[in-house]
């Protein structure tokens, strides 16, 4: 019996349907599973599809200098250990902040959110991008730890121009040195290049870069608190 050409419509936009409805599901099921498995990047991957130069090497969050977490907090996410992956009120000010400093202006986005971003989206301005990630930041915040969360944004973040990703990648390219010899003032430099590690440098920083740090790391010194969600009481 001969298919009609509306059946055959409607069974190719059904099955089109099930594969959005999986592509979008996916993340939701791989993300719990990062409690206990070292993740890659999105960036990541598609560097090494197209051969370009990837260098990570994952480190604990115990094996990086205390200064970094905190500084990278009070950066990028100051209500880090208190918002549940995303902050609507950062975002509203990173907006009213945008035209009145440039070099310091953030885009507004959570650590979660930009784990979310680095793991399973794309990179770019996009609302489309904007409304998968909300969602997705709500339930990465859910199943992981924020220890764990953090460890992870720590070690696929991209910090350098050729390809350094993670925290051990960047203390050795820009300091020649291990993440755990990380001091206050490099710990802020590095956070200072967390927009743009490509335009910005800690291995040669330039006095915006410098002027930011400073920031960061009189910010660090007087908060040093911000991260007590890394630090988990013990009975």
Known sequence: MQTSPRTLVTRTLAVLGIAVIVVLALPY???PLYRFVDPVSTPM?????TGARVERSFVPLSRIAPSLPLTVI???DASFCRNHGIDLSAMREALEQAD???EAARGGSTITQQTAKNLFLWQGRSLIRKALEFPLALWINLVLPKPRLMEIYLNIAEWGPDGE???EAAAHYAFRKPAHELNARE???LAAILPNPVRRSARTPNPAVRRLAGLYERRAAAHPASDACLHPRTP
């Open 187 to 189: 710990s802020a430099e």
């Open 74 to 76: 009070l950066s990028e």
């Open 45 to 49: 991957l598609w560097r090494s599809l």
């Open 165 to 167: 990703f993670g925290v």
């Open 29 to 31: 099921l791989i993300a």
């Open 100 to 102: 009145d400093d440039v």
